[in-house]
């Protein structure tokens, strides 16, 4: 028989025993919730964004602490847009926050869908057609009411979006046009209350337009040894910046007859698009085909000021087809061939994000992105449809530069 402190000490040890037991449990529930929380923080990042970045480690990192955009908010329109040609594909256009459109204040998105343009007015979801082009088209600008079109035969389509009686059909060579721009910056805009255009095309010339009150007058016209792709200008009109189907960056004195100021060759390959820092006539952006978005400094052309390489494996997908700065000058737009745009702090040209379209629909094709008005947005275009995506301001604006983490 067991004596009073035999039992005694017998039942401590069960339950000593059972407090161990349910102590252990408590612990394997902890453990569990902490992954189960860990879990639920990788699902909310995959689908807020998906953070991936290969450039050089001193100068670019992935900001992981709070989204510069926010993925989650996204709107989508499902408005098909019409790409004519594979390595072009700057097709989306939202007018900036100083022009005045005859649709509103609300600047509505504007791209081209088989022989046409049309407008989307964000306010009301209704999509109307401006103008059939009777051609497919590869380059479009809007810009001060105007919208200009381009063709893979040389054709130009520019129409006034106040004037309804404005239309001008031109045919400019034999060749595609690449690129066109409006532009009142050039030396002979500013003099003039018309704008200029400037296109380029694969004949190896680009050509300075004046825009008349009914005609286009062709002002100058600027031979290169290679096809020019896309051209962009100074801000304060000093520079004028070309790229297309070599290494070279050409940068030329508007003011001087276009006269060569420097030739940058820190590509691998041709180049489709470029932008300008809106705050600054001294930084300029380059897309690549090789896969990789330069920034430079004028002052110091000798190194790239920063490089953001594609987040693609697959060579034919690691082009850069499309840079733009945003207007508050703190961003900086970089879509990829497919899936993917990158947004770059220009403030530290150090954090980044990357946004992946729809991964579960597959490969996208990028047919446009640009930056909103007030730079409150994003907007990137596929085939199939427009994402709108707002830019998180207040949470960037809460972090100096360099001290988004």
């Given at each position: 028989m067991?004596?009073n402190?035999?039992?005694?000490?017998?039942?401590?040890?069960i339950e000593t025993?059972i407090?161990?037991?349910?102590?252990?449990?408590?612990?394997r529930?902890?453990q569990s919730?902490?992954?189960?929380?860990?879990?639920?923080?990788r699902v909310r990042?995959?689908?807020q964004?998906?953070?991936?970045?290969?450039?050089r480690p001193t100068k670019?990192r992935?900001?992981?602490?709070?989204a510069l955009?926010?993925?989650?908010?996204?709107?989508?329109?499902n408005q098909?847009?019409?790409?004519e040609?594979r390595?072009?594909?700057?097709l989306?256009s939202?007018p900036?926050?100083?022009?005045?459109?005859i649709e509103?204040?609300?600047s509505?998105?504007?791209f081209?869908?088989n022989?046409?343009?049309y407008?989307?007015?964000?306010?009301?979801l209704?999509?109307?057609r401006i103008?059939n082009?009777n051609f497919?088209?590869?380059?479009?600008?809007?810009?001060?009411?105007?919208?200009c079109?381009g063709?893979?035969?040389g054709?130009?389509?520019?129409?006034?979006?106040?004037?309804?009686n404005?239309l001008?059909?031109?045919?400019?060579?034999a060749?595609?046009?690449?690129?066109?721009?409006?532009?009142?910056?050039?030396p002979?805009a500013s003099q003039?209350?018309h704008?200029?255009l400037?296109?380029?095309?694969?004949d190896?010339?680009?050509?300075?337009?004046?825009?008349?009150?009914?005609?286009?007058?062709?002002?100058?016209?600027?031979?290169f040894p290679h096809?020019?792709?896309?051209?962009?200008?100074?801000?304060?009109?000093?520079?004028?910046?070309a790229?297309?189907?070599?290494?070279n960056?050409?940068?030329?004195?508007?003011r001087?007859?276009?006269?060569?100021i420097s030739?940058?060759n820190?590509?691998?390959d041709?180049?489709?698009?470029t932008?300008?820092n809106?705050l600054?006539?001294?930084?300029?952006?380059i897309g690549?085909q090789e896969?990789a978005?330069?920034i430079?400094?004028?002052?110091?052309?000798?190194?790239?000021?920063?490089k953001?390489?594609?987040t693609?494996i697959?060579?034919k997908?690691?082009?850069?087809?499309?840079?733009k700065?945003?207007?508050?000058h703190?961003?900086?737009?970089i879509?990829?061939?497919?899936n993917?745009?990158n947004?770059l702090?220009?403030?530290?040209?150090?954090?980044?994000?990357?946004?992946?379209l729809?991964?579960?629909d597959?490969?996208?094709n990028?047919?446009?992105?640009?930056?909103?008005p007030?730079?409150?947005?994003?907007?990137?275009?596929t085939?199939?449809?427009?994402?709108k995506?707002p830019?998180d301001v207040?949470?960037?604006?809460?972090?100096?530069?360099?001290n988004?983490?």
């Open positions: 067991f004596s402190d035999n039992f005694l000490q017998r039942f401590q040890e025993r407090d161990l037991e349910q102590e252990i449990e408590r612990y529930e902890r919730e902490r992954e189960r929380e860990r879990e639920r923080l990042e995959r689908e964004t998906t953070i991936k970045i290969n450039s670019t992935s900001c992981q602490t709070f955009v926010n993925s989650n908010l996204k709107a989508k329109f098909k847009i019409t790409i040609h390595q072009l594909r700057d989306l939202c900036s926050p100083f022009q005045r459109t509103g204040s609300s509505p998105l504007y081209p869908f022989q046409s343009l407008s989307l007015d964000q306010r009301t209704k999509c109307k103008q082009c497919r088209v590869t380059t479009m600008y809007v810009k001060n009411n105007l919208v079109a063709s893979s035969n054709n130009l389509m520019i129409k006034d979006l106040q004037r309804e404005f001008i059909h031109k045919t400019f060579c060749e595609i046009i690449n690129s066109v721009v409006i532009t009142n910056d050039l002979l003039s209350i704008p200029t400037i296109l380029c095309s694969n190896k010339m680009v050509r300075i337009v004046k825009v008349g009150n009914t005609r286009l007058s062709l002002q100058k016209k600027i031979h096809p020019i792709n896309h051209t962009s200008v100074s801000p304060n009109g000093n520079v004028l910046l790229v297309g189907d070599s290494k960056a050409i940068l030329l004195d508007p001087n007859g276009y006269k060569l030739r940058i820190a590509m691998k041709s180049c489709f698009s932008h300008w809106p600054t006539s001294n930084q300029f952006a690549s896969g978005a330069l430079f400094d004028i002052r110091k052309l000798n190194n790239a000021l920063a953001v390489q594609s693609q697959a060579k997908d690691r082009a850069i087809r499309n840079v700065f945003s207007s508050d703190e961003l900086l737009l879509a990829e061939h497919r993917r745009v947004i702090d220009t403030r530290n040209y150090r954090d980044i994000q990357t946004i992946e729809d991964p579960n597959g490969d996208t990028i047919s446009g992105a640009c930056f909103g007030n730079s409150e947005f994003v907007y990137i275009s085939t199939q449809k427009i994402i995506i830019l207040r949470k960037r604006r809460l972090f100096t530069c360099g988004l983490k």
